[in-house]
Structures are given as structure tokens and as C-alpha cells.
């Protein structure tokens, strides 16, 4: 049974800096791209970032290019979102996903096969 389990929300200030984890089990995710998404209270999942098992590239929202950084560590099938300079309007329950195609550009929610719980992010002003 496939399972993705964040953790690594909480509550920070503006301008602070949180990492989010992504622990994923189950069966063999080398072929898959792995994505973070968000949703605030009122509004839709939006993407966030997205990368491979394997290779470098990464995709990311405008929303957040240049203030988060995924990566991701194979030994231990765990996806990180490193995310700094934080801003209230960054508060919202954060999802990690599962794309069994493999394609970073996926932006759509509905790509995406598998899902985590979500954790927390509240940014405080």
C-alpha cells in the first residue's frame, strides 16, 4: 500500500524559514515525479514544486521560485520543500503527491495518483 507521510508544519513567523518532509513507501517511486501542493482555507489545491527521483530539474509555482527549493533524498524515499522568506499568505495545509508519469510540469492536481495527509504552515505577520 502506497504511502506518503509529511511532516515538518508549524507555525513561524514572516520572513522564517521551515523544511517540509515527504516520507514515501510502498512500492518503487523511481519513475515517478513527486510534487508539493498547497490549499488555504476557501481556496483550491495550487501547485507549489515538483522534481524526479532522479536528475536535477524541478518545477515551481511563480508564487514561490526563488523562496522554496525541492530536493529529495533516494536512499531514504524522502522529498523535501525547503521553503524561506515565508509570507502569511503562504499559510495553508501543505500535500505531498505522487505522479506515476514522471512529468514535473504537472501542475494539475488531478495528475497526481497519490496523496499525503497534509501538514500545517501558518505564517504569522
Do not use: H
Amino acid at each position: 500500500q502506497v504511502q506518503l507521510v509529511e511532516s515538518g508544519g508549524g507555525l513561524v513567523q514572516a520572513g522564517g524559514s521551515l523544511r517540509l518532509s515527504c516520507a514515501a513507501s510502498g512500492r518503487a517511486f523511481s519513475d515517478y515525479s513527486m510534487g508539493w501542493f498547497r490549499q488555504a482555507p476557501g481556496k483550491e489545491r495550487e501547485f507549489v514544486a515538483a522534481t524526479r527521483w532522479t536528475g536535477t530539474s524541478a518545477n515551481y509555482a511563480d508564487s514561490v521560485k526563488g523562496r522554496f527549493t525541492i530536493s529529495k533524498d533516494y536512499a531514504k524515499n524522502t522529498v523535501y520543500l525547503q521553503m524561506r522568506s515565508l509570507k502569511p499568505e503562504d499559510t495553508a495545509v501543505y500535500y505531498c503527491a505522487a505522479n506515476r508519469l514522471g512529468r514535473i510540469g504537472a501542475e494539475d492536481p488531478y495528475e497526481y495518483d497519490y496523496w499525503g495527509q497534509g501538514t500545517q504552515v501558518t505564517v504569522s505577520s
